[in-house]
């Protein structure tokens, strides 16, 4: 799947931060320098997740965005699968239905603008499920509910691969991750401004956990496999198997 290069990320939020026309312009941008060792965390997400992936079964995005997920492994899948990608923001969808146009047109890739707080595909026969970065902008109160309906859609030994941002385990180590993955923001460019100003209209949008709050809600929800695949400070990625 061919992308355009990225537009550099010069996004200076105004009121609480949303997933609108410049910010999925400059999309791809915005997380290869937001999100700590970006390329490793992807690189795994893939690899690990093609391993449950099955022939004539469903795969599913959540949180899709422009489709960068899902796009690796439609590359190596293709027709033998159904792919279906759920994203809430429009100028997101519209990006992935331009990527993915011809697939679409096929019936092969389904993109979907369900709102997870309250719907969920209705589709069974789930071999994968993939959440990256998405949860966390799911208010608390809705997340066990999410992972409930993630894992009644999973065929037996379906996986769901999440990767969250996470809260430190206590206030000390919070802080110290904190100032670290805000250093890191600036080593790769962005002004004090941008980080600041992406940081304020983040609060009450994104709601991260500790990690130990979400493996809870994970088993709660009924996978009995959980495990870490993957931590930067205050990023963690986990595979959980039905």
Do not use: C
């Amino acid at each position: 799947m061919a992308k355009t290069d990225a537009k550099e990320d010069h996004v200076i939020a105004e009121g609480p931060w949303q997933f609108d026309e410049q910010v999925t312009d400059v999309f791809d941008d915005m997380l290869n320098r937001s999100i700590p060792d970006y390329a490793t965390m992807r690189g795994l997400v893939f690899e690990l997740g093609s391993r449950f992936v099955r022939p004539q079964s469903t795969v599913v995005d959540l949180g899709a965005s422009r489709g960068e997920a899902l796009a690796p492994f439609i590359d190596r899948f293709g027709a033998r699968n159904r792919w279906i990608a759920v994203e809430v923001s429009e100028p997101m969808r519209e990006a992935m239905k331009e990527r993915f146009a011809g697939l679409i047109a096929t019936s092969i890739v389904d993109v979907r603008s369900d709102d997870l707080r309250y719907a969920y595909p209705p589709v069974l026969n789930v071999s994968l499920t993939l959440s990256v970065l998405t949860a966390m902008f799911l208010p608390i109160e809705y997340r066990q509910a999410f992972l409930r309906n993630v894992y009644q859609s999973l065929a037996p030994g379906g996986a769901l691969v999440i990767v969250e941002k996470v809260l430190g385990n206590g206030s000390l180590l919070d802080e110290l991750y904190v100032e670290k993955y805000l250093a890191m923001k600036a080593d790769h460019g962005y002004s004090k401004e941008e980080i600041d100003r992406k940081r304020y209209a983040l609060e009450g949008v994104l709601s991260p956990l500790t990690a130990e709050w979400n493996e809870g809600l994970l088993r709660r929800a009924g996978f009995a496999q959980v495990d870490t695949f993957w931590r930067w400070l205050n990023f963690a990625g986990w595979i959980a198997v039905k």
